[in-house]
């Protein structure tokens, strides 16, 4: 059974930082690009960043460069979203995806073999 389980959401101040994890088992984590996206209410689920099987090739939605950096650890079965500087307008559930076939590394919804659960953060002004 597949899972994806992500954590370290929560309420922060405009501004502030929070580093997201998403660990996953049930499958052989080297074979999957990673990515987050986030959906925030009343919104479709958009593309937030990617990370490729061995880490090497990285891309970032234009409204989060600079401020998130996405990384794996493939021997711990995770990947991270570290976020920085954030703002009222990051507030969304951020959700976890494995894409297992990609010709791009700005992965789509439809690539997402996988989703996790989702967790919420909240950024106050």
């Known amino acids: 059974q597949v899972q994806l389980v992500e954590s370290g959401g929560g309420l922060v101040q405009a501004g502030g930082s929070l580093r997201l994890s998403c660990a996953v088992s049930g499958l052989t984590f080297s074979d999957y690009g990673m990515g987050w996206f986030r959906q925030a209410p009343g919104k479709e689920r958009e593309f937030v960043a990617a990370?490729?099987?061995?880490?090497?090739?990285?891309s970032y939605a234009d409204s989060v460069k600079g401020r998130f950096t996405i990384s794996r650890d493939n021997a711990m079965n995770t990947v991270y979203l570290q976020m920085s500087s954030l703002k009222p307008e990051d507030t969304a559930v951020y959700s976890c995806?494995?894409?297992?076939?990609?010709?791009?590394?700005?992965?789509?919804?439809?690539?997402?073999?996988?989703w996790g659960q989702g967790t919420q953060v909240t950024v106050s002004s």
């Open positions: 995806a494995a894409v297992k076939f990609y010709s791009s590394i700005r992965y789509s919804r439809n690539d997402v073999d996988y």
């Open positions: 990370i490729s099987r061995g880490g090497s090739r990285i």
